[in-house]
């Protein structure tokens, strides 16, 4: 499938934000955050209406290590980014976000061995494909 997802009205679903943030991981427990990442948490956030998609990149300790990497702190320590793209209504989407990530903490479905040292909202200004993408931009 190609392009922006549709809701149930059959109108394309187009993020309106990116809800990004730079997660740092104790030693030790990248395997069950990595699990609990990809079979739990990111899984639960698509029963949000207004979650369009989501996405995972790690800082791998090789990259960590290279000359290039000049993160400072806070953000020296992280190891992933996630992006979670969001649908207007935007208001609406982040409260359901928020609350679901309440929700899912106080019922012990949050990854305790992890720190969060930057996340928010991000506004889509603009979007573009390349003209040999099999997709339209926004």
């Given at each position: 499938m190609s392009g922006p997802l549709p809701d149930t009205m059959g109108a394309p679903l187009r993020p309106a934000a990116g809800f990004v943030s730079f997660t740092e991981v104790e030693p030790g427990a990248h395997r069950s955050y990595n699990e609990w990442h990809l079979f739990d948490h990111l899984p639960e956030q698509y029963v949000l209406?207004?979650?369009?998609?989501?996405?995972?990149?790690?800082?791998?300790p090789a990259l960590a290590a290279s000359a290039g990497s000049t993160a400072t702190p806070p953000l020296d320590r992280v190891h992933y980014v996630t992006l979670y793209l969001l649908a207007a209504p935007l208001d609406v989407t982040l409260t359901d976000f928020?609350?679901?990530?309440?929700?899912?903490a106080k019922a012990g479905r949050f990854h305790?061995?992890?720190?969060?040292?930057?996340a928010g909202a991000l506004r889509v200004e603009s979007a573009h494909a390349a003209p040999a993408a099999a997709v339209q931009p926004g």
């Open positions: 209406p207004g979650i369009v998609g989501g996405q995972r990149w790690v800082r791998t928020f609350h679901h990530g309440i929700a899912l305790q061995q992890r720190t969060s040292h930057l």
